[in-house]
């Protein structure tokens, strides 16, 4: 099991800025990229950006792009999410989520959110 522990969200105001943590613990090995997802009330989870396990790839949903930055710090399992130049429409529960490969399968985790809500 790995386990996923998000924090930062909070209230903020148009055009403000927050910065997500997720640390992992647990059984890490084989963990191959984490990344970040977002829900809003009525609509599907979402990707928001993802990065591998060396840091080397990023991927960003287009309508964060250029706004939002993940990074890692492999000595604290930790990821992070920078997200500069907030919208009304980023107002989400944001997931901290894991991607692990075993012998015979892929699992994914979950964090249990955290909430950014976005003010105009």
């Known amino acids: 099991q790995v386990q996923l522990v998000e924090s930062g969200g909070g209230l903020v105001q148009v055009g403000g800025s927050l910065r997500l943590s997720c640390a992992a613990s647990?059984?890490?090995?084989?963990?191959?990229?984490m990344g970040w997802y977002r829900q809003a009330p009525g609509n599907q989870r979402e990707l928001v950006a993802t990065?591998?396990?060396?840091?080397?790839?990023?991927n960003y949903a287009d309508s964060v792009k250029d706004r939002f930055t993940i990074s890692r710090d492999n000595a604290k399992n930790t990821i992070y999410l920078q997200m500069n130049n907030l919208k009304p429409e980023d107002t989400a529960v944001y997931y901290c989520n894991a991607l692990r490969r075993t012998i015979q399968t892929f699992m994914n985790y979950w964090g249990q959110g955290t909430q950014v809500t976005v003010s105009s």
């Open positions: 990065i591998t396990n060396d840091g080397s790839n990023t």
């Open positions: 647990g059984n890490y090995l084989g963990v191959i990229t």
